[in-house]
T-cell receptor, first 110, second 115 residues
Framework: SQQGEEDPQALSIQEGENATMNCSYKTSINNLQWYRQNSGRGLVHLIL?????REKHSGRLRVTLDTSKKSSSLLITASRAADTASYFC??????????FGQGTELSVKP | NAGVTQTPKFQVLKTGQSMTLQCAQDMNHNSMYWYRQDPGMGLRLIYY???????DKGEVPNGYNVSRLNKREFSLRLESAAPSQTSVYFC??????????????FGPGTRLLVL
């Protein structure tokens, strides 16, 4: 069964707007990761946040983690058409195994 | 470095046929993984190998077998393909030292259609 549930399932925005995606999970974690998947491609790692961290930045990406609510959010600022992709959260509790959510499909219109 | 490579890219099988999906990584990673991805769903773990010489079942192992041939290569075998195994299969590896040790690196995928 899936650990993470993502919201929304699909998101359509205009270039330059911000995109926010949310992920909820069920059990305790060591870390939470976000991956991007372009159509027809493999997944690419974006950012990792550990359970003792609350916020992390990488370029235009901002990730927050609330372990009390078992939730995380990914914010992409000043979106570009090239950001169009599916975004997945994945949780890790031990041994390096990841459990993926169902993903958010982001469409950024030029 | 090629990263994670998978062969073949596409395959069509008839029900009952067998095939082996190949995966290789050149990053000297210890751990390797096989996932399947079905439309509108995330990735589900089929089997994984935490280190050379070990393999373990993931969430959906039924109908599959794996072999960790050496540190570089991890193959997935379908002994008797079924239409329910129509999917996109991804191989991944991990094992960097340091804080990103659990980051996984994915291959481009194999698209399998079972008729």
């Amino acid at each position: 069964s899936q650990q993470g549930e993502e919201d929304p399932q699909a998101l359509s925005i205009q270039e330059g707007e911000n995109a926010t995606m949310n992920c909820s999970y069920k059990t305790s974690i060591n870390n939470l990761q976000w991956y991007r998947q372009n159509s027809g491609r493999g997944l690419v790692h974006l950012i990792l946040i550990r359970s003792n961290e609350r916020e992390k930045h990488s370029g235009r990406l901002r990730v927050t983690l609330d372990t009390s609510k078992k939730s995380s959010s990914l914010l992409i600022t000043a979106s570009r058409a090239a950001d169009t992709a599916s975004y997945f959260c994945a949780t890790s509790n031990q041994g390096g195994k990841l459990i993926f959510g169902q993903g958010t499909e982001l469409s950024v219109k030029p | 470095n090629a990263g994670v490579t998978q062969t073949p890219k596409f395959q069509v099988l008839k029900t009952g046929q067998s095939m082996t999906l190949q995966c290789a990584q050149d990053m000297n990673h210890n751990s390797m993984y096989w996932y399947r991805q079905d439309p509108g769903m995330g990735l589900r773990l089929i089997y994984y190998s935490a280190s050379e010489g070990t393999t373990d079942k993931g969430e959906v192992p039924n109908g599959y077998n794996v072999s960790r041939l050496n540190k570089r290569e991890f193959s997935l075998r379908l002994e008797s393909a079924a239409p329910s195994q129509t999917s996109v299969y991804f191989c991944a590896s991990s094992g960097l030292a340091g804080p990103l040790g659990e980051t996984q690196y994915f291959g481009p995928g194999t698209r399998l259609l079972v008729l």
